[in-house]
């Protein structure tokens, strides 16, 4: 088969994990086929509402660019189709959201239960989505990609998701590389085949890809085919977006630079991944149609 071929092919799902280079291929195997149809399909039956959606990977004094750029984008999704998005993230990601309009909730690094407990009580939430966030491993610490602790700089927002199930609110996770809140439900898996001491928060609906923000524009891609409603963000609104919060303080988690990069990957292969998952939800949109014809 050649490669005009093989791009015919490609899935959502295919193409979020292009690059793969932190085992997410692996866990593929172990989730759902249509792992990202799935959430948005799970998501856009939520009852109108307020929907929770947390970010913020410490990295050196700053929030990393991989998390932001896919709550931001989802977050205006979900908007466009009558939720009502809140971000609750921490001092790290200040000023990311309210530019676009978004309603933000910043904690505190010391809060607990108790703070958590409110918030769901204040805001009533019809979900939870969390998008590249730490969440409490299988040792009881906060780690980065290279193993060291960030327990001291990471607000305890994957505290929200388990309080989640107590409440029987739905949760959605977004992971690249196995300590995000959601990679507990795969943490034997993980353990296992990759290595390293997972993040044990679980979710409902967990979507892997290559970079969490690619994650985010896939279930878009989908919600976008079911709407009929444009959702995906243009090029020039991401590359507008990732260069102001870089400008703002945002790094690469990769490189640790403050560069209009996300994990390593230039802006181009950002707009790669975005113009790929347009045009399938467009083709999965013509196949659905030639079917119902």
Not at 132 to 137: A, D, I, L
Not at 169 to 188: S, V, Y
Not at 209 to 224: C, D, I, L, P
């Amino acid at each position: 088969m050649d490669t005009v071929a093989k791009k015919k092919t490609e899935t959502v799902e295919d193409i979020v994990l292009r690059y793969s280079r932190r085992g997410m291929h692996i866990l593929r195997e172990h989730l759902d086929e249509n792992f990202c149809r799935l959430a948005a399909e799970r998501m856009l039956t939520l009852k109108k509402g307020n929907i929770l959606l947390t970010t913020g990977f410490y990295v050196d004094g700053h929030a990393e660019t991989d998390g932001p750029l896919g709550t931001m984008t989802l977050a205006n999704a979900l908007r466009k189709v009558g939720y009502h998005p809140i971000i609750i993230t921490d001092m790290f990601c200040r000023g990311f959201f309210e530019m676009e309009g978004l309603d933000v909730t910043y904690m505190d690094i010391k809060d607990g239960w108790k703070e958590y407990g409110s918030l769901i009580r204040e805001y009533d939430p019809v979900g939870m989505i969390s998008i590249e966030r730490c969440g409490r491993n299988t040792e009881s610490d906060y780690v980065n990609m290279r193993g060291d602790s960030i327990k001291s700089r990471t607000a305890r927002i994957d505290l929200l998701f388990e309080l989640a199930m107590e409440h029987k609110i739905p949760t959605f996770g977004i992971g690249d590389g196995g300590n995000e809140i959601g990679m507990g439900n795969l943490k034997e898996v993980i353990q296992e085949e990759l290595s390293l001491a997972p993040c044990e928060v679980t979710v409902d609906t967990l979507v892997i890809s290559t970079v969490s923000n690619w994650g985010a524009y896939a279930v878009e891609a989908y919600m976008q085919q079911m709407k009929k409603v444009r959702l995906l963000p243009s090029y020039k609104e991401i590359k507008r977006y990732l260069e102001t919060i870089v400008n703002m303080g945002s790094v690469d988690g990769v490189t640790g630079r403050q560069s209009a990069s996300v994990d390593g990957f230039p802006l181009e292969v950002e707009r790669e991944i975005l113009e790929s998952l347009d045009v399938a939800a467009s083709a999965a949109d013509a196949g659905e149609a030639r079917k119902a014809g």
